[in-house]
């Protein structure tokens, strides 16, 4: 197990920054969006001790699914390559449905969040999708120019989306009302738990990370635990502050976590309402923004290479239309699935993907007798 000095070592000898931000914006999307709204029904103390759950589930999955991409160390192979090295050819029947379902679902889910989000917090007559198509037309370039530009940019966005977090909390924090927080439903807890795997994902840019680091084990390690941990307090102060200033239940007034829930918006967006606060707006846009847009890039890029995998010699222009096409002409379709498409990907994707196939990984390995060296905190 690495210590505490590891971990001071690996942060000042690796430039693990980038990959700390990169896992960070990863987590930080739309799951943290929807979070309050569905979370939000089942109470704060009941929301927060699943979320601090799933959050050490995903670390021990993505954990065992990066001691396993490093120790075969393929620098041309994505994760169905991973999976299909200890499970057998016959895993992409289940890989690569599975990959593009989840995939497809979380981009349609950034763009119909985006263009809620544009569309509910500027006064603008503007239809959704003009705004679905600027937000792919950023998104989709920018995912295009690979992993060294993605990173740098990437970290960028991620630093400008704290601030906008910071000024967005505390200018609400002072509404919070204890009472608020009060509420506890336990069994909605589970009708919730789709969303919180995958707002706590950040499986599919493990293999990023990992050859960023050069297999290194320490700079992973320390790099896929400090974005985790830094996306967990991000998650739970931003679920605080929506639960204790939302009322549960329509007072008359329209805006409720129950009505938030019922038109699948994101939560920022009645946050802004109820405060009729200028500034609460500003930095709301722009974080919801930039944790929809830190998001998305990751995942185009992840889904560009796995793309690039299972149809190897393909052009770039095909690849691109296979990426960013099929979301944009179902978000096009059907404008109002943002939490409908964080529930498809969290409940089918990331359960099924990322922690059903490495843990049965991890044990067709241990039946071998070649278990995994575990090398982790």
């Not at 295009?144 to 977090?165: D, E, K, Q, S, W």
């Amino acid at each position: 197990m690495v210590g505490l000095p590891g971990w001071f070592q690996a942060i000042q000898v690796m430039s693990i920054w980038p990959s700390v931000f990169l896992t960070t914006g990863t987590m930080i999307g739309v799951g943290l969006l929807a979070i309050p709204i569905m979370l939000g029904l089942a109470g704060f103390w009941p929301g927060l001790v699943a979320m601090v759950g799933v959050a050490l589930l995903v670390w021990t999955s993505g954990f065992l699914l990066a001691e396993r991409i490093m120790a075969l160390r393929r620098s041309d192979s994505d994760l169905a390559g991973f999976f299909e090295a200890d499970l057998g050819k016959g895993v992409r029947r289940i890989t690569v449905p599975g990959y593009l379902l989840l995939f497809y679902a979380l981009q349609v889910a950034y763009l119909t969040g985006a263009a809620e989000t544009l569309s509910g917090l500027i006064p603008l007559d503007i239809p959704k999708g003009v705004w679905m198509v600027v937000v792919f037309a950023f998104t989709a370039l920018l995912s295009m120019f690979g992993r060294a530009v993605l990173l740098r940019c990437n970290g960028g966005l991620v630093v400008a989306m704290m601030v906008a977090f910071a000024v967005m909390l505390a200018a609400s924090g002072g509404q919070a009302e204890a009472k608020n927080l009060e509420h506890r439903d336990w069994p909605m807890v589970f009708i919730s738990l789709p969303v919180l795997c995958c707002a706590f994902a950040y499986h599919n840019v493990i293999p990023l990370v990992c050859r960023e680091h050069n297999w290194n084990r320490r700079a992973v390690h320390a790099a896929l635990s400090i974005g985790l941990l830094l996306a967990l307090a991000m998650t739970a102060l931003w679920f605080w502050v929506v639960v204790a200033v939302l009322p549960l239940t329509d007072d008359g007034g329209g805006i409720s976590l129950v009505s938030a829930a019922h038109l699948g918006c994101p939560a920022t967006v009645p946050l802004a309402r109820f405060m009729d606060s200028a500034l609460i707006t500003v930095s709301g846009l722009v974080f919801s923004l930039l944790a929809i847009l830190t998001s998305y890039v990751g995942v185009g890029t992840a889904l560009s290479s796995f793309l690039t995998e299972i149809a190897p010699g393909r052009r770039a222009g095909w690849i691109f239309a296979l990426t960013f096409g099929p979301p944009l002409v179902m978000a096009f379709l059907y404008a109002n699935l943002f939490v409908s498409m964080v529930e498809v990907a969290g409940g089918v994707g990331m359960m099924v993907l990322f922690g059903v196939l490495p843990t049965l990984a991890y044990m067709r390995r241990r039946a071998r007798g070649r278990p995994w060296r575990m090398a982790g905190l």
